[in-house]
């Protein structure tokens, strides 16, 4: 109860089931959360059981980006969702999305934000918010992520606050809420720095916008850490590597420059690296932090890191809040308007280091389509860091599905990063550095540094005959064979 | 001689062919120029002849945007340019780049300038900048262009000027030249409104980098005016429609948001259509301003105009240059790394209008490929502007080649704008408003709404089958069929 400081909201408490009486058929909700961190999880049950007790209701659900089971995996189950923004991460989500059950629109995390508020999205009409706490004037504190919340208050008609007892109330003032105004009175964003604090540690809301608070104690249900397999490990190797190289012929700061990394065992395995290599005094400029960073800030490497997702996995948790103090003042929580955002990203000069499922030889990134159709997850935030980084990173093995299919292919099924935007593509056999190539000159790089041995020779006879094909232009392709890997696989299995 | 003001440089005017033995082999050479515009003329000749005259030379040149027939023309032609970057649209260069004798590097316009500076294309040796007159200082007061001149001027070990008498000294005052500096000390870019001006109107250079001052008098090679056809003047209405209904559905401010917009005919007809359309107090934020931008100057519907480049018609250029005080202070020619800048451009809200060459189902844009392997021009600006866009419409004939292709086709054989920033999609048939929707959503739009006649049903039939073919997934591909269209071109010459 000491959580709600708005004396004037106490009587908008009630249960998880009243309170989602509030939520229309038909209508828009915008929730928090952010890569399975800070979602509300007792409203979306109660939503589920009005349905359960045989209430007809989709609705069309905008969060941060991924959320936990609790809200996508129950929702998507039930049928409740009608259509999904920006970014998803669940498999029941996942599997309604590819038989078209949902209606999945993949945007750039950064461009969501201001979708809203341009009204291209339609209007909100509920928010769901957990939190931590309410202040005086309504302000919502919010919990392990900052995401789209503040858009999603601000554009919405109600809103409906989840207070999380089991997240610590000491999460206050790790929070940076700033939001910009919709053009022509759009300003600079004041954030040269890093660390740079420019708003509230609040969600600002006119407590007349709040029509129910409702208490929750469940846990988010962040990941594991993944293990570093061996291949992950000589991908960060190859990595450090390049980046040493660059620092050494004068292109970057021996300081580096601020990291955003993705999640997983490549991340995972990078900043590990980080940890035992000669930098230090690095920062992170990044949508998500994880164990990775509180180990780097242990070992006294990491000033400074802001993003807006804290997923710390379930292991690590406790020793995290035990010792929040000592994070507190390192760690900045920022809507993803912000932490995406191309302006500050390209200020600041960031070093992006994302995934890719495969890459073709001219250098173009799928991150998001399986053999051209069905989606894994989304763009993310992958595209607002590789197009305005200093030096964008793709890294991916150079074989998956246990060599069946080669990750770097002719032409890619699905393109998210154009050739245009690829500076750099990592796998752990070597670095293929992109910049100022022409596509040819790529291709050979590619091949040679990055392919697996055992598809080295059918992307070279590939690339000679498309070659040979067009008479040496610009990018040589062979249409009809271009997918034609992809083709084999769908019908054989494998690509070879 | 009064052009050249800094006295001390008085001794360095030389003849061309003098100025041109400072160009060496297998060097890095950056020249001004935009579309057409600001190029320099007399040395390029001269370096030709020291070709001719049995000398083997070859060198990288990097300019702002394309360039006229006396430079990039010449200097392909005989066999001198190793590397291009990072635009072009010369007939000369395109032949040798899509034959493999020239290596080009396709950039985005805006990220062309912070490679230079961040050394990823190599260290300049020669800068050559056209301009209309030298300071007391040094300063370098460009012609109809700024381009990367600045950034080339910056990075370059020596500068050879190109005064040329035949561009106005008038057009002195018309520069904003502003540089960023590299991260970590970046800082925010102070521009908030489209006439903000926040440089000097001169490049800045030491005197002692300008190693030769060369005359010349030779014309802007820039293009006629492209005549508006039937299709033109219906995209222009259908786009005009469209953005008169954003604005009656709140979405747009009454005097709409700065526009950008490319070249040619379907400009031309966009912009001839606000003329004579209800919109009034307009804005550019754009790269390249045209006759088009001067008419709506004229019925005094547009208030201020910015770009990098001015490329006004052989016809149109006396009656400027008469009348250029009623111009100039509604006219900043800024660099490309500014007047590209996507922290400006999304900033402003700019409303983004740029050409496909074609388009798929799915909302991805092909600007740069015919058939997947021929590059045309290049990427230029436009991922820049579309990217970082409050709206980015892309325009196309929904036909080519008096169709016998398609330009809605299943798959583009190469992608330079992905899914993810195509907000708008316009043909003479109609427009595809795909904001929000899924990819199956967005293909029916676009069959429907853009595609011609002819090619309907079978869109319609590649989309069924796909659909079936995936069990609905999230874009339902036939891999095998995706790009046959394209190869059924390469082998029949029709893609019916
Ligand atoms: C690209 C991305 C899907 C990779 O995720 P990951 O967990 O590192 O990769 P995995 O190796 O587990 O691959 C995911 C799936 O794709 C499959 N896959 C990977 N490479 C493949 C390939 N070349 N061909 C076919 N399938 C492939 C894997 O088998 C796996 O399938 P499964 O879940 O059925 O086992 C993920 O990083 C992503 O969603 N990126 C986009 C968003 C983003 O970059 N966000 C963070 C930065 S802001
Ligand atoms: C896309 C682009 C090439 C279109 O240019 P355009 O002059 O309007 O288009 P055209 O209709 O003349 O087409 C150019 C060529 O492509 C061909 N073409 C056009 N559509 C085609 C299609 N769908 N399939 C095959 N060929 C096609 C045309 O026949 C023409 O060939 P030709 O020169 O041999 O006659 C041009 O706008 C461009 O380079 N854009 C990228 C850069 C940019 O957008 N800059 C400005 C904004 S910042």
New interface residues.
Partial sequence: MERVRCKKLIDKIMSADEAAMFIKNNSIVGTSGFTPSGYPKALPAALARRVENGENIQIDLITGASVGPELDGILAQKGIIR?R?PYQTNPDIRNS????KI??????LS?SAQ?LK?????QIDTAIIEAVAITEDGGIVPSTSVGNSNVIVECANKVIVEINTWQPQELEGMHDIYSTS???L?????I??VCDRIGTPYIPCNPDKIVAIVFSDITDKTNKVAEIDHNSKLMAENLISFLKAEVN???L?KDL?PLQSGVGSVANAVLGGLCSSEFSNLYFYSEVLQDSALDLMDCGKLVSASATSLTISPERLDDFYRNISNYKDKIILRPQEISNN??II????VISINTAIEADIYG?VNST?I?????VNG?GGS?DFA??A?ISVFTTQSIALNGRVSSIVPMV?????????VMVLVTENGVADL????P??RAELIIENCAHEDYKKMLWDYYIS??NK????????I??E???W??RY?ETGSMK
């Avoid at 910049?435 to 022409?438: A, F, H, K, T, V």
């Fill in positions: 259509r923004y999305i590819n038989s078209g209606k999945y629109n993949d945007i750039h461009h979708y341009y009204g291209f999205l339609g919709n053009p022509p759009r300003k600079s964003i004041p040269i720095n012929k004068g292109r700061p420059l191309p302006e390209r200020k600041l000069g173009n389509h053999m051209g159709s069905k989606i763009i595209g197009r305005n200093y099924s699905h393109v998210d990063h154009t050739e245009h935007d910049r100022g190539l022409s040819k000159e498309a070659k067009t008479n040496n232009s610009q990018t040589p392709h249409l009809r271009a997918l034609s992809h083709e769908l």
